[in-house]
C-alpha cells in the first residue's frame, strides 16, 4: 500500500452558505437539511485520484462562518495549500465576503496558494427570482484573480467533485514533488509518460 | 416449539452476555487464555509482550474463514449531533480470518444492521454460497456433526429469537440470552415478528466454531449448547454460511478486502430515498489489517452498563472513523481476540510486512485514590431536597451548599426549569416567594419593553439595518439548532418562532454582543426547560452575563480562555503540554475551541452536556471549570495523543471523532479531582491568578490563596503584571 500525497484545503465563506454542505457531499457523498451550523474547526479527509498514477488526500478544514470567528481564522488556514472560498448565489452580501476572504488569503499566504471559488446552492436558481449573483460576472472577478470557479449545488452533488477535483490537479501540478509525495514502491505506470500536463511527473519514473 | 440456551459461561474473567463466540482452540486453549487475560485485563495500552511470543509456537494462527469473533447487538449511532437521546441501530458483528495475497492472513470485520437480517432471513435459509473474495464457500448443509468437524467448518446458526422489547433490551443481554428462543418454523418466526408489537426487533445471533471434543474442556456449558443446536433439524433453522449471500443485493461485500464505505455502495436509485442515517446505518465491513488504528474505549459506568461495555473505533487510513457500541459487553473478548492477533501480526511485521494495524485499549478511568475526596457524598437535587433547601418564605439559606451539590451531583431535570433561574441569576438565593413573584412580574414587563422597542427600529434606517443584518445570521441558525430534539422537531415548528424572537431581542438587549454565531446553541437547552419566552430570555441573559464561554466581537475572551487553557495543561497535564508544544500550532489547541465556545454541548450525549453545565453554572471554587472539564477530556481521552505522537490534523480528528462518545460522568469526576488537585497547588502561575473570582471565597472567610509567580516574559506583559517580579 503506498501513502498517497495529501495538502490541506481550507473552506472558507459567510455563514450558511453550504461550506459544511460541500464538504460533507465531497468526502461522504451525504447531503444534510439543516445541518448544524460549524462551531470551530472540523476536519475530513478524502483521497482524489488524480490520474493513472497520482492520488492525493484532501485534508479539508471546515471552519465557521460567521464573521465573529474572523480572527480565529488564520490558525484554521495557516498552511494550506489550497482553499475552497464559497458563496451563496441568492445571498449577493455573501459573494462581497467572498472576495473579502480571497483578498485576505492572497495577503496572508501569497499568489501560490490555489483558491477556488464555488457559488453554492446552484439547484435554487431554477426557482423564480431566487438567483442574486450573476455568475457571469463572478466568472470575471475569478479570471482577474486566479481563482477556480464553478456554481455548484451540495444538495444535488452539482459540480462538487468537479471543483474539488480541479482544485487538487492545480495543487499536484504547482507543487510537483517536495509536499506531494507520489505513490512510492507500487507499480511502474503501465503507460509510457503520462501527457500533456506533467509537470507533477517527476523524471525519476522513467529511470525505471 | 422453544427452549431456552444455557446460560454461557465462558472464562471467568469474561462477563456473561450473549456474546458467543470462540477463539480457535486447541489443547492449550486454557494457557493461551490465562496469558491473553494477564495481557488484557491489567495493561494499557496493549503492545506485544516478549513474554507471550513464545506461545506462538503452540498457537496456529486462524485458518482462512474461520470466524473468530461474533456478536450480535452492537450498536451504531447515526453520526447526528443534534440528538439529546441516542438512536440505536443495532446489528451483527462478526470477525474472521481471511487469506490476503499481500500479508498472508488479515481479519475481516463486518458489522450488519439488525434491519437487513431481519428483512432477508426470510428468504435466505440454506443457501450455501461462494464469496468470491474471501473464503472457500463452506456448504453448510454437507457440514457433519460438530464433534467431527474440523475446525475451519463452520456451522452458523443465526437464530432470530423476536422479543418483544419491554424497555430496553439493548441494555438486557442476559436476560436476552437466557431467554433467546429457537424456533422450529421460519414461517412462524416471520409471523411472530409481524405481530411484534415493539418497533425495535432484536434479533440473538449466535456463532460458534465447531470444536472437537478434546478441545472443550473445561467448558461444559458451551458444550452442551452447542450439542443443543445440532439436535435440531438443521433445515428448520437459519443454518448460513458465514459469507451471509443475503447481503449482496443491497452492499458488494466482495469489496470486502478494502475500506468499504458504508454509503458509497448504494446504487444512485437508492441514495434519493435513504436518509443520512439509513445510509450511515449501512453494512460496513474492512480488512482490520488495512487500518491505521483500533482503539477500544471501555465506558465503565458500571451502574448503567455491563461491564466490558464501551466502543471500538476505528480509523482507516485515511482518518475516516467508524464507531461501534458494544452495549452488552464484549469488549474484553474481543481484546482477548485482537491480542492473540496481534502476536501474529507482530510476527508478520518482524518478517518485513509491514502493515500499519495497531489497536489499544483506552479504559477512561479513575482510580479512586484519583478522585475529589468528597466524590459521592452528594446526591442529585430532586425535588424533595430541592423543597428542603428553602425556608418557609422560599429563602435558600445556604446557597453554598446547595451550588456544592449541584457541582458534584446535578439536578434531577424535572426540576430544572425551577434552579436553573437561581443558577442563571434571574433570582437570587435569598429571595422570597413573593420577591421572586415581583421580580418575575417586572422582567416580564422589561422584556415586553425590549422587543417594543425593537420593533420600533424598523423607524431608523441605522438600526434597522443593524436588525435586518441580525435576522439574517439567526434565521439560518434557528432552523439547524437541536432539530432532532422533540421540542423543535417538525416543520413551521412554533418553537423556532420563539426562539428566533428572543435571540433577536437579546440583540436589542445587548447590540454590542447582537448575535454570536454558538448562543442558539446555548438558547436552545434553556428554552426547553423553562419554556417561557421571558424567563428563558432572562436567564440566558444571565448565562451570557456571568459565563465565558462566549466570544465578544474581538475575540479577546476566546483568546484568554486559551491562555488560562494553556497553562492550566502545563500545570496538571504537563505530558500532553509538551506534546502539543512539540507540534507547530500545536499549542492552538483547535479540538477545544467547539468545547469552550458551546460549553461541550456537542462533545456529550444532552443530559451529560447538562450536566457539566449546571456543575460550571455552580461556580463552585472556580468560574473555569469548563477548562478544567477540558482538560479532564484529554487526561481520560488523550493518551493516545501522545503515545501515538499525533498531529494537529490527528488531534482534531481523534476529538472529534469521539465527540458524543465519551463518558461524561468519567470526564466530571476527573474535572471534580483536577480542580481539588489545582486548590492543593502552593503556587499558580500570574495568569491563574483570576480563574476564581466570581465563585467567591465560598463561606469562608478569605479565598483560596496560592503563591503567586510571574510567567510573563515580554515588557509590555511584565508591565501590566501585578505580579511581575514575583520569580518562579
Known amino acids: 500500500m503506498s501513502r498517497p500525497g495529501h495538502f490541506k484545503m481550507v473552506l472558507l465563506g459567510e455563514s450558511a452558505v453550504g461550506k459544511s454542505s460541500l464538504a460533507l457531499r465531497f468526502a461522504k457523498g451525504q447531503y444534510q437539511d439543516h445541518a448544524e451550523s460549524t462551531i470551530g474547526a472540523a476536519?475530513?479527509?478524502?483521497?482524489?485520484?488524480?490520474?493513472?498514477?497520482?492520488?492525493?488526500?484532501?485534508?479539508?478544514?471546515?471552519?465557521?462562518?460567521?464573521?465573529?470567528?474572523?480572527?480565529?481564522a488564520p490558525m484554521y488556514y495557516r498552511g494550506a495549500q489550497a482553499a475552497l472560498v464559497v458563496y451563496d448565489i441568492t445571498n449577493a452580501d455573501s459573494l462581497s465576503q467572498a472576495k473579502k476572504w480571497v483578498k485576505e488569503l492572497r495577503t496572508a499566504n501569497?499568489?501560490?496558494?490555489?483558491?477556488?471559488?464555488?457559488?453554492?446552492?446552484?439547484?435554487?436558481?431554477?426557482?423564480?427570482?431566487?438567483?442574486?449573483?450573476?455568475?457571469?460576472?463572478?466568472?470575471?472577478?475569478?479570471?482577474?484573480?486566479?481563482?477556480?470557479?464553478?456554481?455548484?449545488?451540495?444538495?444535488?452533488?452539482?459540480n462538487v467533485s468537479e471543483i474539488f477535483m480541479n482544485v487538487a490537479r492545480q495543487v499536484?501540478?504547482?507543487?510537483?514533488?517536495?509536499?506531494?509525495?507520489?505513490?512510492?514502491?507500487?507499480?511502474?505506470?503501465?503507460?509510457?509518460?503520462?501527457?500533456?500536463n506533467s509537470s507533477c511527473c517527476s523524471s525519476s519514473d522513467s529511470k525505471s | 416449539m422453544s427452549s431456552l440456551y444455557k446460560k454461557i459461561s465462558s472464562a471467568p474473567t469474561t462477563p456473561i452476555n450473549n456474546q458467543r463466540s470462540s477463539p480457535p482452540k486447541h489443547s492449550v486453549t486454557s494457557i493461551i487464555r490465562l496469558a491473553s487475560n494477564l495481557l488484557t485485563h491489567r495493561a494499557s495500552p496493549i503492545g506485544v509482550p516478549s513474554t507471550t511470543s513464545s506461545l506462538l509456537k503452540n498457537k496456529c494462527p486462524p485458518l482462512d474463514g474461520e470466524i473468530i469473533f461474533s456478536k450480535n447487538n452492537i450498536c451504531v449511532h447515526p453520526p447526528s449531533r443534534l440528538h439529546s437521546y441516542t438512536l440505536h441501530h443495532p446489528g451483527y458483528l462478526c470477525i474472521k480470518c481471511q487469506h490476503d495475497p499481500q500479508f498472508g492472513s488479515t481479519l475481516i470485520l463486518t458489522w450488519i444492521p439488525n434491519s437487513t437480517l431481519k428483512n432477508r432471513s426470510n428468504t435466505s435459509q440454506q443457501s450455501s454460497i461462494s464469496d468470491e473474495a474471501s473464503s472457500p464457500s463452506i456448504d453448510t448443509n454437507a457440514d457433519p456433526p460438530p464433534t467431527s468437524t474440523?475446525?475451519?467448518?463452520?456451522?452458523?446458526?443465526?437464530?432470530?429469537?423476536?422479543?418483544?422489547?419491554?424497555?430496553?433490551?439493548?441494555?438486557?443481554?442476559?436476560?436476552?440470552?437466557?431467554?433467546?428462543?429457537?424456533?422450529?418454523?421460519?414461517?412462524?418466526?416471520?409471523?411472530?415478528?409481524?405481530?411484534?408489537?415493539?418497533?425495535?426487533?432484536?434479533?440473538?445471533?449466535?456463532?460458534?466454531?465447531?470444536?472437537?471434543?478434546?478441545?472443550?474442556?473445561?467448558?461444559?456449558?458451551?458444550?452442551?449448547?452447542?450439542?443443543?443446536?445440532?439436535?435440531h433439524d438443521q433445515s428448520s433453522n437459519y443454518v448460513i454460511d458465514h459469507s451471509l449471500p443475503f447481503m449482496k443485493e443491497t452492499e458488494p461485500w466482495k469489496n470486502a478486502t478494502g475500506v468499504h464505505k458504508p454509503d458509497s455502495s448504494i446504487n444512485e436509485d437508492d441514495e434519493a430515498i435513504r436518509t443520512v442515517s439509513e445510509q450511515f446505518c449501512g453494512v460496513f465491513s474492512v480488512d482490520l489489517g488495512k487500518m491505521r488504528s483500533l482503539r477500544l474505549f471501555y465506558c465503565d459506568d458500571a451502574s448503567t452498563t455491563a461491564s466490558g461495555s464501551g466502543q471500538l473505533v476505528i480509523a482507516s487510513c485515511e482518518s475516516q472513523y467508524k464507531v461501534l457500541h458494544f452495549h452488552n459487553g464484549g469488549l474484553d473478548r474481543l481484546i482477548e481476540i485482537l491480542n492473540e492477533w496481534n502476536l501474529f501480526a507482530y510476527e508478520k511485521t518482524r518478517r518485513g510486512f509491514a502493515n500499519c494495524y495497531q489497536?489499544?485499549?483506552?479504559?477512561?478511568?479513575?482510580?479512586?485514590?484519583?478522585?475529589?475526596?468528597?466524590?459521592?457524598?452528594?446526591?442529585?437535587?430532586?425535588?424533595?431536597?430541592?423543597?428542603?433547601?428553602?425556608?418557609?418564605?422560599?429563602?435558600?439559606?445556604?446557597?453554598?451548599?446547595?451550588?456544592?451539590?449541584?457541582?458534584?451531583?446535578?439536578?434531577?431535570?424535572?426540576?430544572?426549569?425551577?434552579?436553573?433561574?437561581?443558577?442563571?441569576?434571574?433570582?437570587?438565593?435569598?429571595?422570597?416567594?413573593?420577591?421572586?413573584?415581583?421580580i418575575r412580574?417586572?422582567?416580564?414587563?422589561?422584556?415586553?419593553?425590549?422587543?417594543?422597542?425593537?420593533?420600533?427600529?424598523?423607524?431608523?434606517?441605522?438600526?434597522?439595518?443593524?436588525?435586518?443584518?441580525?435576522?439574517?445570521?439567526?434565521?439560518?441558525?434557528?432552523?439547524?439548532?437541536?432539530?432532532?430534539?422533540?421540542?423543535?422537531?417538525?416543520?413551521?415548528?412554533?418553537?423556532?418562532?420563539?426562539?428566533?424572537?428572543?435571540?433577536?431581542?437579546?440583540?436589542?438587549?445587548?447590540?454590542?454582543?447582537?448575535?454570536?454565531?454558538?448562543?442558539?446553541?446555548?438558547?436552545?437547552?434553556?428554552?426547553?426547560?423553562?419554556?417561557?419566552?421571558?424567563?428563558?430570555?432572562?436567564?440566558?441573559?444571565?448565562?451570557?452575563?456571568?459565563?465565558?464561554?462566549?466570544?465578544?466581537?474581538?475575540?479577546?475572551?476566546?483568546?484568554?480562555?486559551?491562555?488560562?487553557?494553556?497553562?492550566?495543561?502545563?500545570?496538571?497535564?504537563?505530558?500532553?503540554h509538551d506534546h502539543c508544544a512539540k507540534l507547530p500550532d500545536g499549542l492552538d489547541l483547535l479540538f477545544a475551541h467547539r468545547w469552550?465556545?458551546?460549553?461541550?454541548?456537542?462533545?456529550?450525549?444532552?443530559?451529560?452536556?447538562?450536566?457539566?453545565?449546571?456543575?460550571?453554572?455552580?461556580?463552585?471554587?472556580?468560574d473555569y471549570f469548563h477548562l478544567f472539564i477540558c482538560i479532564s477530556i484529554m487526561a481520560v481521552y488523550g493518551d493516545d495523543i501522545v503515545q501515538q505522537n499525533l498531529g494537529t490534523d490527528d488531534m482534531l480528528l481523534h476529538f472529534n471523532s469521539l465527540a458524543m462518545h465519551m463518558s461524561g460522568s468519567i470526564v466530571l469526576k476527573k474535572a471534580r479531582s483536577l480542580l481539588y488537585k489545582f486548590r492543593l497547588l502552593q503556587r499558580i502561575p500570574c495568569c491563574l491568578h483570576d480563574i476564581s473570582v466570581l465563585a467567591g471565597p465560598g463561606n469562608w472567610d478569605s479565598h483560596h490563596v496560592p503563591q503567586i509567580y510571574c510567567i510573563c516574559t515580554t515588557d509590555q506583559e511584565k508591565e501590566r503584571c501585578p505580579f511581575s517580579g514575583l520569580c518562579m
Open chain 1, 43 to 72: 476536519f475530513l479527509t478524502h483521497t482524489l485520484q488524480i490520474d493513472a498514477d497520482t492520488t492525493l488526500k484532501v485534508e479539508l478544514w471546515d471552519t465557521a462562518g460567521q464573521e465573529r470567528y474572523h480572527s480565529l
Open chain 1, 110 to 158: 501569497g499568489i501560490d496558494m490555489i483558491i477556488g471559488l464555488a457559488g453554492n446552492k446552484a439547484d435554487l436558481a431554477t426557482t423564480v427570482n431566487k438567483r442574486k449573483v450573476d455568475a457571469r460576472e463572478v466568472a470575471e472577478y475569478a479570471d482577474d484573480n486566479q481563482l477556480i470557479f464553478m456554481e455548484t449545488s451540495a444538495k444535488r452533488g452539482d
Open chain 1, 172 to 196: 499536484a501540478m504547482k507543487q510537483p514533488t517536495n509536499t506531494l509525495n507520489k505513490p512510492q514502491g507500487a507499480f511502474p505506470p503501465t503507460k509510457p509518460k503520462p501527457k500533456g
Open chain 2, 150 to 231: 474440523p475446525r475451519h467448518s463452520l456451522s452458523r446458526t443465526i437464530d432470530s429469537g423476536y422479543h418483544t422489547t419491554n424497555s430496553n433490551l439493548l441494555l438486557s443481554p442476559i436476560e436476552q440470552d437466557n431467554q433467546s428462543v429457537r424456533r422450529h418454523s421460519s414461517d412462524d418466526k416471520y409471523e411472530d415478528a409481524l405481530d411484534d408489537k415493539s418497533y425495535i426487533r432484536q434479533e440473538s445471533v449466535t456463532s460458534d466454531l465447531t470444536e472437537g471434543p478434546d478441545e472443550i474442556l473445561g467448558e461444559p456449558d458451551d458444550d452442551e449448547a452447542f450439542e443443543h443446536i445440532d439436535t
Open chain 2, 359 to 438: 489497536f489499544n485499549v483506552v479504559r477512561p478511568s479513575i482510580d479512586s485514590s484519583d478522585l475529589h475526596p468528597e466524590e459521592g457524598c452528594y446526591h442529585l437535587i430532586t425535588n424533595d431536597n430541592w423543597r428542603m433547601c428553602m425556608n418557609s418564605s422560599g429563602q435558600i439559606e445556604d446557597n453554598h451548599q446547595l451550588r456544592k451539590t449541584i457541582f458534584f451531583a446535578g439536578i434531577d431535570p424535572s426540576i430544572a426549569n425551577e434552579v436553573w433561574p437561581f443558577l442563571l441569576h434571574l433570582y437570587p438565593f435569598d429571595s422570597t416567594f413573593e420577591q421572586r413573584e415581583q
Open chain 2, 441 to 576: 412580574h417586572n422582567k416580564y414587563l422589561h422584556y415586553q419593553k425590549i422587543r417594543a422597542r425593537r420593533e420600533a427600529a424598523i423607524n431608523d434606517p441605522e438600526e434597522a439595518q443593524f436588525f435586518r443584518d441580525v435576522e439574517a445570521i439567526i434565521e439560518k441558525d434557528v432552523v439547524r439548532t437541536d432539530r432532532s430534539h422533540p421540542y423543535f422537531k417538525g416543520d413551521d415548528n412554533p418553537n423556532l418562532r420563539v426562539m428566533k424572537e428572543i435571540l433577536m431581542n437579546y440583540a436589542a438587549y445587548c447590540p454590542t454582543m447582537g448575535y454570536n454565531q454558538g448562543m442558539s446553541d446555548l438558547l436552545a437547552p434553556i428554552l426547553t426547560v423553562i419554556q417561557n419566552d421571558s424567563d428563558t430570555f432572562w436567564c440566558f441573559v444571565g448565562l451570557m452575563n456571568r459565563t465565558i464561554f462566549i466570544s465578544t466581537p474581538t475575540d479577546d475572551v476566546m483568546e484568554k480562555q486559551l491562555r488560562y487553557l494553556r497553562e492550566l495543561l502545563l500545570l496538571m497535564l504537563p505530558l500532553f
Open chain 2, 596 to 622: 469552550i465556545l458551546l460549553c461541550f454541548k456537542r462533545e456529550f450525549p444532552g443530559h451529560e452536556a447538562l450536566r457539566m453545565w449546571e456543575a460550571c453554572w455552580s461556580h463552585y471554587q472556580t
